[in-house]
């Protein structure tokens, strides 16, 4: 079974740009949430999404949104973008949207502000 | 709010050897706890989990975690290591209400010939 997928990879921005980041779950899972990971530290909570709906938002500015589709894939957008954007965002899938329900991880889309 | 403390940035061990990453955390509801891996330049991937029962878990690739509610703690350990699990690990909770991840500042596992 694929796991989570992520696209584009790698992505070099200029400041002040806008940026979309892309996430198929896995199948069957109907949760989607997205993490931001600057290097040395680990992943911050950015958004839940279960079924469709925000479940959970983290300490991000409004610059920061996303949104889950019909069918369980989720865009990340951040708008006027600063170079402290910079790192990696990854996107975790779920069975369900509960606390007891593992994420499983895609491998990142790595974001350069310049 | 729930907060992990990971007690060593990093973990230099030789093959073989034993190790055990330290993992604390604080939270004034009951939590699940979490720990990943996290190999160069991919994703996070989960090595096992604590959700209820056995404060003893096992997980993949021979490693093993302790639940101790009166420490806070839930530290990973593995009695053999290889230079395959030269990696950065994290400690994570969450609670029972969506699943957010609040994760530690991760621990660099070297393992050295």
């Known amino acids: 079974d694929a796991g989570v997928t992520q696209s584009p990879t790698h992505l070099i921005k200029t400041r002040g740009q806008q940026v979309t980041l892309r996430c198929s779950p896995i199948?069957?899972?109907?949760?989607v949430s997205w993490y931001q990971q600057v290097l040395g530290q680990g992943p911050q909570f950015i958004f839940q999404?279960?079924?469709?709906?925000?479940?959970g938002r983290g300490n991000f500015p409004d610059r920061f949104s996303a949104r889950q589709f019909p069918n369980y894939s989720s865009e990340l957008n951040v708008n006027a973008l600063l170079l402290g954007d910079s790192a990696l965002y990854l996107c975790?899938?779920?069975?369900?949207?509960?606390?007891?329900?593992?994420?499983?991880f895609g491998n990142g889309t790595r974001l350069t502000v310049t | 709010a729930q907060s992990v403390t990971q007690l060593d940035s990093q973990v230099p061990v030789f093959e073989e050897a034993p190790v055990e990453l330290r993992c604390n955390y604080s939270?004034?509801?009951?939590?699940?706890l979490f720990w990943y891996v996290q190999y160069p330049n991919q994703g996070l991937q989960l090595l096992l989990k604590?959700?209820?029962?056995?404060?003893l878990v096992k997980g993949i690739n021979g490693f093993e975690a302790e639940f101790n509610k009166s420490q806070t703690s839930f530290h990973l350990r593995k009695p053999s290591v290889h230079i395959s699990d030269t990696a950065e690990y994290f400690c994570?909770?969450?609670?029972?209400?969506?699943?957010?991840?609040?994760f530690g500042a991760g621990t660099i596992l070297r393992v050295k010939s």
């Open positions: 939270s004034s509801v009951s939590v699940y």
């Open positions: 604590y959700l209820s029962g056995s404060t």
């Open positions: 994570a909770v969450s609670r029972e209400y969506g699943n957010k991840l609040v």
């Open positions: 999404y279960y079924e469709k709906e925000e479940r």
């Open positions: 975790a899938s779920s069975l369900r949207g509960g606390g007891r329900s593992p994420l499983h």
């Open positions: 199948s069957g899972h109907k949760s």
